[in-house]
């Protein structure tokens, strides 16, 4: 099978999924990259279908993923944005066709599934990586810029948080989506909790976990909390939770010397909802209101609290590692071992809860 992969831009690309994923997280992102084109969406969603026509006239919209594998020769790059239980099967089928693949998170929902995957996209000799891309919010960025200048000391305490309140659950997939099929808050937001964490503090040696359904009906879990132990020493305890009537800092981060503590979610995702593009001046800006606070409180004037500026957001970053990766040789923006090693996490979380 011929390998179709990109020896000079345009990268031709096709997203399959035009939910939020493919429609926020992607196309946006794809369309205003001049190393990339955005030739193909798929979805059978007639709305959606009409919001892709409208906001990308140039790409063809087609109705199922199997027409897009019929046009592979058009093809260097797709990108799996369909829900969660579909991700391994359609990263075989794109590996297969020889096109280079963006895999949405979560990965896989087992860990053999994703392994299965990594294996083929070695042996086949063809680009995967997986889009994490909270480790591109503005707040992360921040943390790690101060945890890499030793601003809090030894960190032994990092808690992280995606709450709020949604009792209801929104008309989509995830609404019945059972664990097994990748559905549930541990497998959407832990997906990144537990990215950002590994990728902060390395591997994991201790699971606890509370994996509760709070919504009457629900399918699978909507509030959860994991405990880690890493090797390093660090204590993270990560909390995703719908059903938070008040919800807690972003980060509370605490270590030898100082704490770092920020509230609020990184304004990317809303910014891209509201239509904004990634070239928009102000995209991934922080006004100084909710910059986090560093340092150690009641110290007096030696160690008072200071706010932090937030870094600026950039999930377009992903994309141009991506590009760098598939033009130049570079790596890849997210190793997707590093996705596998979260999928073995989530399933051992998920073995605890029984």
Do not use: C
């Not at 297969?96 to 087992?110: E, R």
């Not at 937001?189 to 606890?208: N, S, W």
């Not at 509370?210 to 009457?216: A, D, G, I, S």
């Amino acid at each position: 099978m011929p390998q179709h992969t990109s020896t000079a831009a345009p990268i031709r690309t096709g997203i399959i999924g035009f939910g939020t994923s493919g429609r926020v997280f992607h196309a946006p992102f794809i369309s205003s990259n001049p190393e990339f084109s955005l030739d193909l969406i798929v979805t059978g969603n007639p709305e959606r279908r009409m919001q892709a026509i409208h906001g990308y006239p140039r790409a063809e919209v087609l109705a199922a993923p199997g027409d897009l594998f019929d046009r592979v020769d058009d093809l260097d790059l797709v990108v799996i944005g369909s829900p969660s239980g579909t991700h391994v099967d359609l990263a075989h089928a794109a590996l297969d066709a020889g096109l280079a693949v963006v895999v949405d998170k979560p990965f896989s929902v087992t860990p053999e599934q994703g392994r299965g995957v990594i294996e083929k996209a070695e042996r086949l000799g063809l680009l995967l990586t997986v889009f994490q891309n909270r480790r591109w919010d503005g707040d992360f960025l921040t943390l790690r810029a101060l945890l890499a200048a030793g601003a809090l000391g030894t960190v032994r305490r990092f808690e992280s948080r995606f709450e709020w309140w949604k009792p209801e659950q929104a008309k989509s997939w995830k609404a019945t989506a059972t664990a097994a099929e990748g559905g549930g808050v541990l497998y959407d937001l832990g997906a990144h909790l537990i990215d950002q964490a590994m990728l902060l503090f390395g591997p994991v040696d201790d699971v606890y976990a509370e994996v509760l359904t709070r919504r009457e009906g629900g399918a699978a879990d909507d509030d959860t909390f994991v405990a880690l132990h890493h090797g390093s020493g660090v204590h993270s305890h990560l909390s995703m939770n719908a059903m938070a009537a008040q919800v807690g800092p972003r980060f509370h981060v605490l270590g030898s010397t100082a704490g770092y503590t920020k509230w609020g979610l990184d304004g990317q995702e809303s910014a891209l909802r509201a239509g904004m593009l990634p070239t928009d001046d102000g995209y991934g800006l922080e006004p100084e209101e909710t910059w986090g606070a560093l340092g150690v409180e009641g110290a007096g004037q030696a160690g008072a609290l200071r706010r932090v500026p937030t870094e600026r957001g950039s999930y377009d970053a992903f994309y141009a590692g991506l590009a760098d990766a598939l033009l130049r040789g570079g790596p890849v923006p997210v190793k997707p071992r590093d996705a596998l090693h979260v999928i073995d996490v989530i399933e051992r979380v998920h073995r605890l809860a029984g």
